[in-house]
């Protein structure tokens, strides 16, 4: 049983910055790629950011210079830098992550958080 657990959104003025958090518990061997995504209302759920186990990082052309992946391999835990956040950034912001299992590896599967609700008001 694995789970993923957001926290760090709230609601904040343009301009301002937030830190979201992903932790990651549970029957854990290994966490491959991990990422970010976020769903605003009656959108489809976009990609912001992805960081591999090495540290490669990835950005939707909209949050690159404003915000920074990063992870923790040793705590299994992946943040999200959020700075200058404009009003379109608001979205229900959701962590990924491929994680195996000792009985699973070297194959791995793909896990969802609940989410945090990001609200960027003007």
């Known amino acids: 049983q694995v789970q993923l657990v957001e926290s760090g959104g709230g609601l904040v003025q343009a301009g301002e910055s937030l830190r979201l958090s992903c932790a990651a518990s549970?029957?854990?061997?290994?966490?491959?790629?991990m990422g970010w995504y976020r769903q605003a209302p009656g959108k489809r759920r976009e990609m912001v950011a992805t960081i591999s186990r090495t540290g490669n990082t990835n950005y939707a052309d909209s949050v690159k210079a404003r915000f920074t992946i990063s992870r923790d391999n040793d705590e299994n835990t992946m943040y999200l830098q959020m700075n200058g956040l404009k009003l379109e950034d608001t979205a229900i912001y959701y962590c990924?992550?491929?994680?195996?299992?000792?009985?699973?590896?070297?194959?791995?599967?793909?896990?969802w958080g609940q989410g945090t609700q990001v609200t960027v008001s003007s």
């Open positions: 990924n992550a491929e994680i195996s299992s000792h009985h699973s590896y070297p194959a791995s599967y793909n896990y």
């Open positions: 549970g029957t854990i061997f290994m966490i491959n790629t």
